[in-house]
């Protein structure tokens, strides 16, 4: 069975900080760039992050850019999102996926569900 799986969402004071990690069953996560999506209530599903398959290419929305840093580790079949000085607007469900696609604007703009995707984690801010 091939899936995704997330971990390290949690509460935390606004300017504090969280990594998550996003590990790989029945595939190899090295052969796929990967990527961060965040979904809130109420609004649409938006890219936050993406990282090549090599991890030589790395795009953040801007919102994101300077707080933000996304690595992969593949030998360990996994992919972090590293979040600092988080604001209460990075509250979201954070879902890692392996899209059809290179990370780039459309990698982050991806809308469908084609690919592999977590069934996500959650991220509070609140003081």
Not at 63 to 91: C, H
């Amino acid at each position: 069975q091939l899936h995704l799986v997330e971990s390290g969402g949690g509460l935390v004071q606004p300017g504090g900080s969280l990594r998550l990690s996003c590990a790989a069953s029945g595939f190899t996560l090295g052969d796929y760039a990967i990527g961060w999506f965040r979904q809130s209530p109420g609004k649409e599903r938006e890219g936050v992050s993406c990282i090549g398959s090599t991890g030589g290419t790395k795009l953040y929305t801007d919102p994101v850019k300077g707080r933000f840093t996304i690595s992969r580790d593949n030998a360990k079949n996994t992919v972090d999102l590293q979040m600092n000085s988080l604001k209460s607007e990075d509250a979201a469900v954070y879902y890692c996926a392996a899209v059809p696609s290179f990370c780039g604007d459309y990698f982050l703009s991806y809308k469908g569900s084609d690919g592999y995707w977590g069934q996500g984690t959650q991220v509070t801010v609140s003081s």
